[in-house]
């Protein structure tokens, strides 16, 4: 029992009274109280708002080389400017725009890999949970299958097929990913189908596709939420070792993966090169974790205030 | 009621193994503070049952769960009060003694068996274990032959084969019954049962039932037994307390309870069970719902739903003090003289809408 | 019905017999108790009645019509007419639905919600059981327990069924508020002329409300008789059993009454005991227990025991 969950009273029935509504805004107010979660969703919105408007925000073109301007340090170092607040590159680029529009990347191929993933993994959970039997040992025997795949082979592979870039990498990420979610999915559906108000619509004769719709995904999603928000993090992380090894998006575009391994070579001189995308990359990671966990906690059905028992 | 002399504090019979007194505890919760116990009072002596029945959020485990410490604190806060056990009071007495007093002296058996024993050791060792905890002068062999005994004393067939086995190859009987043993193994003074047979099947509920009557005659402990089961209270109780809302509303000696109940909430209980022997006639129920701890109604938290309140506004305005009317007998009721009986007059002055079935309306 | 049969398959050519070879009936305004402990199978019979389940064999007759082989697109409109109540109110309401959805749904499946008057159906449904229309808004976490129970036989009571079958509807319960469910049970029944097939354990609450009862054990109908026959001349020693081990409200009883405590638990349903399936608890078994298996001779709906050594005996007499 956690200090947010409002004490079941007596051996575990519900509490005693609930003609009111303050469920939804107990939760409101439990998520503003949790340090964790605001400060994860603060870092969050700022990255996105970074990304979104990194024209304006990012003060010059994050390609632009200035040879005359070339390795630069932070402007709180011997020879750093407020003109180049992180410094600048061998190439002369300037460091924070570089960081601002890699943002961008990341957040894209974060959101878009999760989107494939759960298209594909929801998908695959929904009908191996509700049809169980055969399509369910298929389906799953399958994920196994994939799980035994190495990614980055794989990752190689379409690279050396396809060609790297961000799309590549977007697809490769999201096909590989699925498998965490048809599993957290089909867990799921195998026990709400159990409930007794699926017995109930089936037992006015409500068809499988209207039963999956109505009482099914609705009670699921909470779950693919959080899950989908942790893999986000993840996907931001996969995608800068991609780069990292030179495998994902190609310079001179900026992600922070490749941003880390290009500054790599010179750590013991411009050690901000790979140590700023390198925070950037941590923090924002570290945000959307926070937000995930607590997410968990408050979409959690069993530990949320009034939903008790269900 | 003035013309009784005798002013006893809690009601009791005067010779408490354990005493509650004005207990009050209160649960944190993100919504605001909940007081699932308000001012709580009462006494078991030596060899009694006292039954405590409550539905529901009434805080009748609440306040047995804070006499051995068990409260999740936080959330919960004891914010006044006292149980006195052997000149102690245990909710000021340290952790360490109160450890040495929860399976020693003092001894509970809860609703679910299943949880209350660890699934990956074998039955006999954790009795034993419990056993040499209170006794270390036991070796183990000797604690090993006082499990087995306790096994064979509480119905368990094979006692020594059994000693072997793990929970889950126990029965919900069964393993309630290891309970019972677990409970008794160190001669409590005091045994608190809570629920101990809502989990279990009828049939089996009568097989636990009389080992534990056999439990209290082989200790001569004070046991509290809370249920919400009325049936199981006219049964094993020798007196009984009745709360509502987080606090006491009646207590009485279980024959003058049930024949002659002295507070509405008690007889619209008695008058909500079907009964199984006589005749049958529609039931009448409590209308209303449940109160809302976190807003609980002011004055007497039963008006709502009373049938003898008839719109008096006392009720809604005054708490009623919880106080002895008549020899043995307590109750919270402004009017508890109009009430001569489970039928009696009560009953012609109901409120419309009783038995109509309807009711819910918050 | 006739002979309905339920098997689980375990795995391993194992199977629970949950329901073996049980035969009830039930007519319109009628009230059917099925009465049992943990494990006798008295969920799955009422869960079968409504293809909730496949029978294993046996037959399933409804208004006449056989419906045990009944196909899902054959048996659509037969779902009509026989609805259920669960026990849990909190797991039977989907948390995610307000009440006006969850109240309309079955009228949305079956196309016959604008027919039946759209919003106005629901909230006379919501009055029907004691609640109002302000209520649809809101969504079940919102309510007490007796209050999740109303929806939920609002819900059942949305096709104008003929039968109701109620899986322990008041069990879940505050004793204050089962008697308020009990009550707007009774009164629906005579409203809407409802078949009830009332499963419970608590024998109190059977008696209250049932015209006949069935008394189950490990999947096997021992006992079934009008109420007074099963309460008063009760005759198959299991029923005996159950009935004196119930602890009853009036403390001048308790040691007055007859007290039979059983031995064991209940066997294995997967294993069940050859003969008699009661007879490794029973007092009165022997030899022929073991291999002759006893049934019920007399006719569907009179009072009948399957037991060789039944007779009968009033354990509710008072001394």
Redesign the interface.
């Known amino acids: 029992m956690t200090i947010d969950t409002p004490p079941t009273l007596e051996d575990g029935q519900a509490p005693p009274a609930t003609v009111s509504r303050t469920g939804s805004r107990s939760k409101m107010r439990q998520f503003r109280r949790n340090f964790g979660a605001m400060f994860g969703l603060t870092v969050i919105v700022v990255v996105c708002l970074m990304a979104l408007f990194a024209p304006w925000v990012a003060p010059y073109d994050p390609t632009a080389q200035v040879l005359l301007n070339r390795n630069r340090p932070p402007f709180w170092m011997d020879g750093g400017t407020f003109d180049h607040v992180l410094g600048t590159d061998q190439l002369g680029r300037d460091l924070f725009s570089r960081i601002v529009y890699g943002a961008r990347i990341s957040l894209f191929v974060g959101i878009a890999t999760v989107l494939i993933q759960t298209s594909i993994g929801v998908t695959v959970g929904l009908i191996a949970g509700y049809r169980r039997g055969w399509v369910d040992t298929l389906f799953m025997r399958i994920a196994d299958v994939w799980l035994a795949i190495p990614f980055l082979v794989l990752a190689i592979a379409v690279a050396v097929i396809l060609g790297p870039g961000v799309m590549n990498t977007v697809l490769v990420l999201g096909l590989v990913g699925w498998v965490t979610y048809a599993r957290v999915v089909r867990a799921e559906v195998l026990t709400v189908r159990e409930r007794d108000y699926v017995l109930a619509a089936r037992s006015i004769g409500t068809p499988a596709l209207r039963i999956v719709r109505q009482h099914i995904v609705p009670n699921v999603m909470a779950s693919v939420l959080v899950v989908g928000t942790l893999q986000i993090s993840r996907m931001i992380i996969a995608e800068a070792s991609l780069s990292f090894l030179g495998l994902g998006v190609q310079p001179p575009n900026p992600a922070w993966g490749s941003m880390i391994s290009e500054g790599r070579d010179r750590l013991g001189q411009q050690w901000w090169l790979a140590t700023m995308p390198g925070l950037a990359l941590m923090l924002t990671t570290l945000g959307i974790n926070l937000l995930g966990d607590s997410m968990r906690d408050i979409l959690d059905p069993k530990l949320g205030p009034k939903e008790g028992g269900a | 009621m003035s013309h009784f002399v005798q002013d006893s504090a809690a009601p009791g019979r005067g010779d408490a193994a354990l005493s509650i007194e004005d207990l009050t505890v209160e ?5 605001g503070t ?1 007081r ?1 116990v308000d001012g709580v009072s009462y006494e078991v002596g030596r060899g009694e049952v006292l039954g405590v029945v409550g ?8 306040t047995a769960m804070s006499v051995l410490g068990l409260l ?1 604190m ?3 806060r004891v914010r006044s009060g006292r149980i006195m056990f052997e000149g102690e009071d245990l909710l000021r007495v340290g952790r360490r003694r109160l450890r040495e007093i929860r399976g020693g002296r003092i001894a509970m058996v809860f ?1 679910d068996p299943m949880t209350a024993l660890n699934p990956v050791f074998r039955v006999g060792d954790q009795l034993g274990e419990a056993i040499r905890k209170h006794n270390p002068d036991f070796s183990r062999s000797d604690a090993r032959r006082r499990a087995i005994d306790l096994l064979e004393m509480v119905g368990i ?1 094979f006692p020594a084969q059994r000693y072997r086995q793990y929970p889950h190859q126990y ?1 919900g ?2 393993r309630q019954r290891v309970m019972i043993a677990m409970a008794i193994a160190n001669k409590p003074s005091v045994l608190i049962a ?2 101990p047979t ?1 989990a279990l ?7 636990v ?2 080992v534990l009557k056999l439990a209290k005659e082989e200790t001569g402990a004070a046991t509290i037994l809370i249920s ?9 109780a020798d007196r009984v307390a009745v709360m509502y ?1 987080g606090r006491l509303v009646e207590s009485a000696a ?2 003058d309870l ?2 002659q109940p002295r507070h509405p909430y008690t007889q ?10 006589a005749e ?1 006639q ?6 209303g ?7 609980p109604p002011s004055g007497c938290r039963f008006h709502p ?1 009373c049938a003898l309140r008839q719109g008096r506004s006392v009720c809604a305005t005054d708490q009623p003090p919880f106080e002895q009317i008549a020899t043995g007998r307590w109750s919270a009721c402004h009017f508890h003289e109009e009430m001569t009986g489970v039928d009696g007059g009560v009953r012609e002055r109901e409120v419309d809408n009783a ?8 | 019905m006739e002979g309905l049969t339920k098997h689980f398959p375990m795995g391993h050519g194992e199977f629970v017999h949950a329901v073996d070879d049980v035969s009830l009936s039930v007519s319109a305004g009628e009230t059917l108790g099925l009465v049992g402990e943990t494990g006798s199978g008295k969920s799955t019979v009422g869960r079968t009645i409504l293809r909730l389940y496949e029978p294993t064999a046996g037959k399933i007759f409804f208004l006449g019509q056989e419906i045990s082989q009944l196909k899902d697109r054959a048996l659509f409109p037969i779902r009509r007419q026989m609805q259920m109540v669960f026990q849990d109110p909190y797991a039977s309401l989907n948390p995610r639905m307000t009440v006006r959805e969850i109240i309309a749904e079955p009228l949305e499946v079956h196309g016959l919600f604008h027919e039946e008057g759209g919003g106005r159906r629901v909230d006379e449904l919501l009055e029907i059981v004691g609640l109002n229309s302000e209520h649809a808004k809101r969504y079940p976490h919102e309510f007490s327990g007796g209050q999740r129970q109303r929806v939920g036989i609002a819900r059942a009571l949305a096709l104008r069924p003929r039968l109701l079958v109620l899986d322990e509807p008041v069990s879940a319960l505050d004793v204050s508020i089962q008697a308020q469910i009990v009550n707007l049970l009774e009164q629906l029944q005579d409203e809407f002329n409802l078949a009830y097939l009332f499963i419970a354990h608590d024998l109190a609450v059977i008696r209250h409300i049932c015209d006949r009862v069935a008394v189950m054990y490990l999947g096997q109908i021992v006992e079934t008789g009008t109420r007074d026959e099963v309460y008063r001349e009760t005759a198959h020693p299991y029923t005996q059993a159950l009935l004196s081990a119930v602890p009853i409200p009036e403390p001048e009883l308790r040691d007055e009454r007859a007290r039979i405590v059983l031995q064991g638990d209940l066997p294995s349903p997967i294993h069940p005991p050859s003969g008699c399936r009661f007879r490794t608890r029973c007092w009165k078994a022997d030899e022929r227990c073991a291999v002759e298996e006893p049934r019920i001779v007399t006719p569907l709906g009179t009072h009948g025991a399957a037991c060789h050594y039944a007779e009968s005996r009033d354990m509710l007499a008072r001394p």
């Open positions: 649960f944190r919760t993100p919504e909940l699932a539905e529901s959020g009434s805080g009748k485990s609440v999740p936080p959330p919960a609703q067939p029965s009987g069964m809570d629920e809502t099947d009828v049939t089996i509920q009568a097989q039932l009389d919400h089961d009325l049936g199981l209270i006219a049964e094993m809302a279980v024959r049930f024949a619209g209980l008695i008058k909500s069970v079907p009964s199984l022997s049958i529609a039931l009448t129920p409590i209308e719902q449940p109160p809302d701890l976190m807003h739903r038995g109509s079935g309807g009711g819910g309306v918050t």
